[in-house]
């Protein structure tokens, strides 16, 4: 069974921070990965979507990164803003069953 | 549409009552998931559907609960004889297909209360 693991749980920077986000997770063979961001009482939006063949993907000050041997999957955030300040998930897709397992968050706070 | 669209966004109802929820996917994207979100926790799993293939249901915590997906597109979630334990956000994703190729797109959920 697969389990997505998301470290650290909490995270808070003062504004202008790069950082990083961590996720990993168990089963290695997955189809793909996605970062997505929640914000309090919405839904989820996609950040990045890594195919399983790709290394990384890029997108404005967001970079993700999958190694996929090593189970491991990082978001890079540059030059944080206030704006950035919200729930950030990672979801994998695997199994027959092309099950979206998702790790329980990282609660990003960019302060002013 | 342009997205996932859910509705109601919000619903309070009493305990043993019986509700339904509903997803309309993307146009055109035939994979639909439902995921439960309570308070503090993480995404659960529930159901998936693929095309006209037997749905997924290996996700649903008890026979209280049921979904169907008419025509490919709308899905509705059924829970019947709720209990507090179901409160929580439910929240509905689509893709175009099952390749891995795509992403999902979540709707912004239905929050659901039992009193």
């Known amino acids: 069974k697969q389990e997505v693991t998301q470290i650290p749980a909490a995270l808070s920077v003062p504004e202008g921070e790069n950082l990083v986000l961590n996720c990993s997770f168990t089963?290695?063979?997955?189809?793909?990965l996605q970062w997505f961001r929640q914000d309090p009482g919405k839904g989820l939006t996609s950040l990045l979507l890594?195919?399983?063949?790709?290394r990384e993907q890029t997108s404005g000050r967001l970079n993700a990164s999958l190694d996929k041997s090593s189970g491991r999957s990082t978001l890079y955030i540059a030059a944080s803003q206030p704006g950035d300040s919200a729930t950030y998930l990672c979801?994998?897709?695997?199994?027959?069953?092309?099950?979206?397992?998702f790790g329980s968050g990282t609660q990003l706070t960019v302060l002013p | 549409g342009a997205g996932v669209s859910q509705s109601p966004s919000n619903k309070v109802t009493e305990k043993g009552k019986d509700v339904e929820l509903r997803c309309d996917p993307i146009?055109?994207?035939?994979?639909l998931y439902w995921y439960r979100q309570s308070l503090g926790q993480g995404l659960e799993f529930l159901i998936y559907?693929?095309?006209?293939?037997?749905?997924?249901k290996s996700g649903l915590p008890s026979d209280r609960f049921s979904a169907e997906r008419t025509g490919g597109s709308v899905s509705t979630l059924t829970i019947q004889r709720t209990q507090q334990e179901d409160s929580a956000v439910y929240l509905c994703?689509?893709?175009?297909?099952?390749?891995?190729?795509?992403?999902?797109?979540f709707g912004s959920g239905t929050r659901l209360t039992v009193v």
């Open positions: 994703a689509s893709s175009p297909g099952p390749s891995a190729d795509y992403g999902y797109t």
């Open positions: 089963d290695s063979a997955i189809y793909n």
């Open positions: 890594i195919q399983s063949s790709q």
């Open positions: 979801a994998v897709l695997s199994g027959s069953a092309r099950q979206l397992t």
């Open positions: 146009s055109g994207h035939t994979a």
């Open positions: 559907f693929q095309g006209n293939s037997a749905p997924d």
